[in-house]
């Protein structure tokens, strides 16, 4: 599975939007975005995912470029309840019997 | 979304006893789950992939005997932590996904385990 590079960590400003950027250059033609979220002491959660077009869901939104190269996740509306670690992981969609390779992600901190 | 569960939350046990861990999925059929280890300030780290009817698949560097998985039926897995030491406390999460959404997996609220 390809590699994924996020920063380190990232603050935002209650009510506004968060962008967390994840680059991930070497992805493949069947390759997946993925995003989940950990917050403080519980299991990763799982957000959206996308293979080449943008996707929203009831908790975010997808961007990806049209080279595939890098993707933003957007919280249209952060709140202190999103504050956690967000992994960005590429992984092929279909593949049932694969884990998921997490990284150090990004840990996103809401502030009032 | 699809859920999963982890018994126990957390559990304390001293030294050189062992600790059995259910994942279970609720609302759906899993013939794989993994299970992943997380030490404090770090990422999570794939221990085993657990096959229903079949032997579990082990990371290198994980040791079998000391991690007993059992997959059972379709949706339950245990993780048996045998002989416990305090190197083994950490955050155990489980996952599975559902066929019917096999892009996506869902992952278990963890269980702590502190090893005195």
């Known amino acids: 599975d390809a590699k994924t590079t996020q920063p380190t960590s990232m603050d935002c400003a209650e009510g506004r939007a968060a962008n967390l950027p994840c680059n991930h250059s070497t992805i493949s033609g069947n390759e997946y975005v993925y995003w989940y979220r950990q917050i403080h002491s519980q299991g990763p959660q799982y957000i959206i995912h996308?293979?080449?077009n943008n996707e929203t869901n009831e908790m975010a939104s997808l961007i990806i470029t049209e080279d595939r190269k890098s993707s933003t996740l957007i919280l249209p509306h952060a709140t202190l309840r999103d504050t956690a670690v967000y992994y960005c992981?590429?992984?092929?969609?279909?593949?049932?019997?694969?884990?998921?390779?997490f990284g150090p992600g990004t840990r996103l901190s809401v502030l009032p | 979304g699809a859920v999963v569960s982890q018994h126990p939350s957390w559990v304390i046990c001293k030294s050189g006893t062992s600790v059995k861990i259910e994942c279970r999925s609720l609302?759906?059929?899993?013939?794989?789950m993994f299970w992943y280890r997380q030490f404090p300030k770090q990422s999570l780290m794939l221990m085993a992939t657990?096959?229903?009817?079949?032997?579990?698949?082990?990371e290198q560097g994980v040791e079998k005997d000391k991690f007993l998985i059992n997959h059972a039926s379709l949706t339950l897995s245990t993780l048996t932590v045998t002989s416990a030491h305090p190197e083994d406390s950490s955050f155990y999460i489980c996952?599975?996904?559902?066929?019917?959404?096999?892009?996506?997996?869902?992952f278990g609220p963890g269980t702590r385990l502190l090893v005195l």
């Open positions: 609302d759906f059929q899993a013939t794989t």
């Open positions: 996308g293979l080449k």
């Open positions: 992981i590429v992984r092929v969609g279909d593949n049932y019997g694969q884990n998921f390779v």
């Open positions: 657990s096959n229903e009817g079949s032997k579990a698949t082990y």
């Open positions: 996952s599975a996904s559902p066929y019917e959404s096999e892009e996506t997996q869902y």
